[in-house]
């Protein structure tokens, strides 16, 4: 490399590491190219960034515990497992629902909250379009056949058997994001099966699933999503799963 641009990087990286919290404007008097403001680093924002909680949320593990600890600002509050402590910790419990053991540890910071899903607002325009993806009066039943995981996944043929009975007066629609899931559930159904999988972005997904009246589907994000919107939900867990995972027991609520 020409000396001129390592020099040139040598200079731009020094700028970065001294001046990493005003780079987060789009104007640094560090930097030559942008215009010039009064510069947001220095004392106050070292004394707000040394005030921030490290925040750990992922299992109990002694490595994540690790990272947490070599940050330098701040107090490290999160969970604990295997001696890996922080400044402040509560057990990591296998066998715990996710909502409490979240807030666990929020209120070590001085937060709480109700555990109970947050009801998640739907836009006139997110509710058209999914009336223009789900037109008619006759009740939809959407099935979300994907997860991240495979090990989550009911098989597609057990879905397309939930969608196939006629004597039930709904129709089926698949939703998610992996379009080879979905066409293997249309394709093993008996019965002409909606496909939106791949269609559909975040909101208008919100809106799909609050305008059918069920949804089954396995522990992934649209599950949790339909619960968020209000819609009634089959929810297929995957071995201790539901006790992590599933929606506390209440009213409405069946397991089995």
Do not use: K
């Not at 969970?79 to 922080?86: I, N, Q, R, S, V």
């Amino acid at each position: 490399m020409p000396p001129g641009r390592s020099g040139s990087s040598a200079g731009a990286a020094a700028r970065w590491t001294a001046c990493w919290s005003c780079r987060a404007s789009t104007a640094c008097p560090a930097s030559p190219r942008t215009p010039r403001r009064p510069p947001r680093c220095g004392v106050a924002t070292a004394r707000a960034i040394a005030l921030r909680p490290r925040v750990q949320l992922h299992d109990g593990g002694p490595a994540a515990n690790a990272f947490v600890r070599s940050l330098r600002a701040g107090r490290s509050i999160g969970l604990c497992a295997d001696g890996a402590g922080l400044d402040a910790d509560v057990p990591f419990r296998h066998h715990q629902p996710e909502p409490d053991r979240l807030l666990e540890v929020v209120r070590l910071a001085g937060a709480d909250g109700p555990a109970d899903y947050p009801r998640l607002h739907v836009s006139a325009e997110e509710r058209a379009a999914a009336i223009r993806l789900l037109p008619g009066e006759r009740p939809w039943v959407a099935l979300h056949p994907g997860a991240g995981d495979p090990r989550l996944r009911w098989p597609a043929e057990r879905f397309a058997a939930v969608a196939t009975p006629r004597r039930v007066r709904v129709r089926p629609v698949v939703v998610g994001a992996e379009p080879d899931v979905g066409a293997a559930v249309a394709a093993a159904a008996r019965r002409p099966v909606a496909d939106l999988t791949g269609r559909t972005r975040l909101g208008t997904l919100a809106g799909v699933l609050e305008r059918c009246a069920l949804v089954v589907g396995n522990d992934s994000g649209p599950l949790h999503l339909a619960r968020a919107v209000g819609t009634a939900t089959v929810g297929l867990h995957w071995c201790g799963d539901p006790i992590g995972a599933a929606p506390r027991a209440g009213p409405g609520t069946v397991r089995c």
